[in-house]
């Protein structure tokens, strides 16, 4: 039996070590990897960069209990300037990317799904950022954690957020190709102040060889039941159901609506002078929004509306 062909596209997946302070998630984006990049052609290492922090949005969604938005964000000085994944709390994700192409042009990655380290280094720079935004819609709370940009890769950037942000031993693993986007998190939960320290200590070194026992391509490939056999093998362990993840830009008529309002009405007629029209793209999906004279006529005909003139968007 071929894994790849019967393997549940696009869900997310929790499990835990019976009777023991570990947990984890599993990813696997297919459809909704596919989809995300409908609209835009990236180079292979971008591509590749982008499949893996996709996955690594939906994995932090799925270690937090909110009910809101969750966006990752990557800001450096290398060949990718600016990298966004967002994924809601029940897993509606979206990405882009922004890149040099000839620097990007100068890269290659060798193996399918492994990103080498030096590649990861100058996609990213010598001084980047790793910054993660939950936007809870409870009480409109807002929480941010950044730390830089650590290591060869992409996961030793995520481990290091939760080792300063959420105090939380964690091991990762990513990949992502033109298939598919997959990833693997297991986390040391607090322990009960009554247990053994050095049973616990062996359970979570245990825990993080077996993600080491695991390669791209094995994340690629494999169904997580058989992964979970590969590195976990010494432990009972538990699969919870599985979520189904899907790509949806949030982006709407009544967005962009807002925004040339808020850039006000001579900014906007300037345009509309010299183009004829004006168009409003979105990064996300590149779906264009276009606006002729009557409509924006109709923008303004109540007057600026709240932002005035301000060409400054929040």
Known sequence: MNPQTT???????????ENRPV???????????????????YPQPVRELLGQAVAASVLLAATLKFHG?????????????????????????????????????????????????EIFRRLVGNDGR??????????????QGIVPLTGDSLAGSLEAYFA??????????????????AGVLVQKLPEDADGDDSQMREIWEEAQRGIERLSAEDLLRYPVEELLGRGFAAHDMRLFRGAPVHFECRC?????????????????????????????????????????????????EDGPGPGGNSSTIH
Request: charged residues 25%; contains cysteine; aromatic residues 6%.
């Open 7 to 17: 393997l549940p596209c696009d869900e997310v997946r929790r499990f835990i070590v």
């Open 23 to 41: 947990r984890g998630h599993w990813v696997r984006l297919e459809g909704a990897w596919r989809e995300l990049r409908a609209h835009r052609d």
């Open 69 to 117: 938005q969750l966006t990752l964000q990557l800001q450096g000085n290398g060949a990718v300037s600016l990298l966004v994944a967002q994924c809601t709390h029940d897993f509606r994700l979206r990405a882009v990317a922004r890149f040099d192409e000839a620097a990007v042009a100068t890269l290659s990655v060798s193996e399918a799904g492994s990103m080498p380290g």
């Open 130 to 143: 790793f910054a993660v935004t939950v936007e809870a819609d409870e009480r409109n709370a807002r929480y």
């Open 164 to 181: 300063g942000s959420e105090q939380l031993p964690t091991r990762v693993l990513l990949a992502a190709d033109g298939e598919r986007g």
């Open 252 to 300: 709407s008529h009544g967005r962009v609506t807002s925004l040339l309002r808020a850039l006000g009405p001579d900014e906007v007629r300037d345009v509309l002078r010299e183009q004829g029209s004006v168009t409003v793209t979105c990064e996300f999906c590149h779906r264009p929004y276009r606006f002729d004279a009557g409509d924006v006529a109709a923008l303004f």
